[in-house]
């Protein structure tokens, strides 16, 4: 584990208002596994059983519905984390104590109701986090929810205990809700207004999706293109989502999104490494293939990042 490079103490110094043990955990999640030391990251998420449903999510790749083919996954493949909500970590952390730095994912919602603003429900504890032995808590905003004040304000806590005891906060900002369009949800001045939102709520790790060149916003629509915010490219939407984490001294990782073909991915993953931004956080392009393919596939992924 290289917890100790120049490129990791270079992050740590970002985040010089944390205690020793929040810096530790943070450089545990920075020099585990394949890319451990070099400032970048790719972590396992599992929440989809939970958020999809155990059919849409592990049908395709049946040892899936183990949560213990996840550690598994997580493991050979030398990810930087395993991050999951509590039922999946419950069924597996002493099994895997000490193996791979694990992330509790305190909030969560099912898509058996609809409705268009979400607000996920508080589905685990800090105290969760410590008695599984993790590295940090895990939580979703989804600015433009008309919700979206409840989850700041729960996150801000949430956040809070997490620091008092040494734990790392990652946020997963999401905007959807009735305040954004479809389209909106990834669109570049969104998606960097997003990485904003979760900077200024405390987190150390920021997931959001990779941008695209839509904005939606009628205030912000000067200020690109013409403004001189380049954004006709991936690596150059990914270059100011970054810059939009306080210019990025904040850790911003990046969804894999939906499964998808092999190339199309590698190609997003190039753009996304070409851009800056610090890694990605890739579930459903993983373990929704055989284990064999999956853990090629992540390796493939990791050495886009470690060549930058």
């Not at 409840?150 to 806590?157: D, L, N, T, V």
């Not at 894999?256 to 190039?270: H, P, S, T």
Request: overall charge neutral.
């Amino acid at each position: 584990m290289a917890t100790n490079s120049k490129r990791i103490k270079e992050i740590l110094s970002w985040y010089s208002s944390d205690s020793p043990g929040t810096l530790a955990n943070l450089a545990r999640l920075l020099g585990h596994g394949r890319l451990g030391g070099t400032g970048k990251l790719v972590i396992l998420p599992v929440d989809q059983g939970f958020e999809h449903g155990p059919a849409r999510s592990f049908a395709v790749n049946p040892p899936a519905y183990d949560p213990r083919y996840h550690f598994e996954l997580a493991i050979s493949a030398g990810c930087n984390a395993y991050a999951a909500p509590l039922g999946f970590l419950e069924a597996g952390a002493a099994e895997f104590a000490g193996d791979i730095p694990l992330i509790l994912k305190l909030n969560n919602s099912d898509s058996l109701y609809g409705g268009s603003d979400p607000a996920p429900a508080v589905t685990g504890s800090v105290g969760d986090a410590l008695r599984l032995g993790c590295s940090a808590i895990g939580f979703t905003i989804y600015p433009a929810s008309a919700l979206r004040n409840e989850m700041y304000e729960q996150i801000r806590e949430l956040g809070e205990e997490a620091k008092s005891v040494g734990l790392a906060v990652v946020i997963w900002s999401y905007p959807r809700g009735s305040g954004v369009s479809k389209e909106g949800e990834t669109g570049i001045d969104v998606v960097a207004y997003a990485a904003q939102i979760a900077a200024q709520l405390g987190a150390h790790l920021i997931k959001v999706k990779p941008p695209t060149a839509h904005v939606e916003q009628e205030a912000a629509r000067k200020l690109y293109g013409k403004g001189g915010i380049a954004i006709d490219t991936l690596p150059e939407r990914v270059r100011h989502v970054v810059q939009s984490a306080f210019n990025g001294r904040r850790i911003v990782i990046f969804s894999g999104g939906a499964a998808r073909d092999r190339e199309g991915m590698l190609e997003e993953i190039r753009g996304i490494s070409e851009g800056g931004g610090f890694g990605s956080i890739i579930g459903r392009n993983s373990f929704q293939r055989p284990q064999t393919e999956a853990i090629e596939l992540l390796h493939e992924v990791m050495d886009i990042y470690a060549r930058a």
